[in-house]
């Protein structure tokens, strides 16, 4: 079972220009990895170009909508990412459930309706940090875990929100319990995301049931994203021997 090292870029770079050069630098550097699955969600504008300037990444949108077609101001559909060459899309990461409020209900919706059309698909969850420090963080991640298709395309990154942009990433034994669980419930491969950097991916990369990671900050820079992708690969090779 091949990991996944995926960079979910945000909102940036700012300009078209960083953002090829971002993905080149990305694409030169991991050319060599062949026994990871190597993906770049960029935004959505600069994806069409990056496509032209990559060879051995995929690309994947990091939001999609529900419905196919029709009078949805602002929204893209699973289908035109599909018609572009998009392989991936998050969906259900924490900022999009809470700056821009999507609910459970919808997100299983984007799940489901991006698997129908053939787009391979990350689902985000995980806690806040008052969740918890109130015990409730397995219960959260079960309920945005309810009523998810049984699909090969489908795989889960758990990304603790408290973890997210902030410098502390959650502890290998914390990571450990989640993993499990989601991994008892849903059968998928599951990413860890949060705070990932090239300073801790071995050890990161070494936690039971860790099939990849999803990074933000640092797949922003192609030296250190390179590096965690190694770091995850050369774990990988350790354990397997
Ligand atoms: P950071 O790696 O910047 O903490 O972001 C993680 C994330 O949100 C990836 O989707």
Same mark, same amino acid.
């Given at each position: 079972?091949?990991?996944?090292?995926?960079?979910?870029?945000?909102?940036?770079?700012?300009?078209?220009?960083?953002?090829?050069?971002?993905?080149?630098?990305?694409?030169?550097?991991?050319?060599?990895?062949?026994?990871?699955?190597?993906?770049?969600?960029?935004?959505?504008?600069?994806i069409p170009l990056?496509m032209e300037?990559?060879?051995?990444?995929?690309?994947?949108?990091?939001?999609?909508?529900?419905?196919?077609?029709?009078?949805?101001?602002?929204?893209?559909?699973?289908?035109?990412?599909?018609?572009l060459? #998009?392989?991936?899309?998050?969906? &259900?990461?924490?900022? *999009?459930?809470?700056?821009?409020? $999507?609910?459970? +209900?919808? @997100?299983?919706?984007?799940?489901?309706?991006?698997?129908?059309?053939?787009?391979?698909?990350?689902?985000?969850?995980?806690?806040?940090?008052?969740?918890?420090?109130?015990?409730?963080?397995?219960?959260?991640?079960?309920?945005?875990?309810?009523?998810?298709?049984?699909?090969?395309?489908?795989?889960?990154?758990?990304?603790? #929100?408290?973890?997210?942009?902030? &410098?502390?990433?959650? *502890?290998?034994?914390?990571?450990? $319990?989640?993993? +499990?669980? @989601?991994?008892?419930?849903?059968?998928?491969?599951?990413?860890?995301?949060?705070?990932?950097?090239?300073?801790?991916?071995?050890?990161?990369?070494?936690?039971?049931?860790?099939?990849?990671?999803?990074?933000?900050?640092?797949?922003?820079?192609?030296?250190?994203?390179?590096?965690?992708?190694?770091?995850?690969?050369?774990?990988?090779?350790?354990?397997?021997?």
């Amino acid at each position: 079972m091949r990991r996944i090292i995926a960079g979910n870029w945000k909102m940036n770079p700012t300009t078209a220009e960083n953002a090829v050069n971002l993905a080149k630098g990305v694409d030169e550097r991991l050319e060599g990895i062949n026994d990871l699955e190597k993906i770049i969600f960029p935004p959505f504008v600069y994806i069409p170009l990056i496509m032209e300037n990559v060879r051995s990444v995929e690309i994947g949108a990091q939001n999609v909508f529900y419905e196919l077609s029709g009078a949805y101001t602002g929204e893209v559909s699973p289908s035109m990412l599909l018609d572009l060459g #998009v392989k991936w899309v998050i969906i &259900g990461h924490s900022e *999009r459930r809470n700056i821009l409020h $999507e609910d459970d +209900e919808s @997100i299983i919706r984007k799940v489901k309706s991006s698997l129908e059309v053939g787009l391979k698909v990350i689902l985000c969850v995980g806690e806040k940090l008052h969740e918890r420090e109130l015990f409730r963080h397995k219960e959260v991640v079960k309920r945005q875990l309810d009523g998810i298709p049984d699909d090969e395309n489908l795989v889960i990154a758990y990304e603790p #929100v408290w973890a997210i942009g902030t &410098g502390r990433n959650a *502890r290998v034994e914390q990571i450990e $319990e989640m993993h +499990e669980m @989601i991994k008892s419930i849903t059968g998928k491969k599951v990413l860890y995301g949060g705070s990932v950097k090239p300073e801790n991916a071995s050890e990161l990369a070494s936690a039971k049931n860790v099939d990849g990671f999803l990074v933000g900050g640092a797949s922003l820079e192609a030296d250190s994203f390179h590096k965690i992708a190694l770091a995850l690969r050369n774990q990988y090779l350790t354990s397997s021997k």
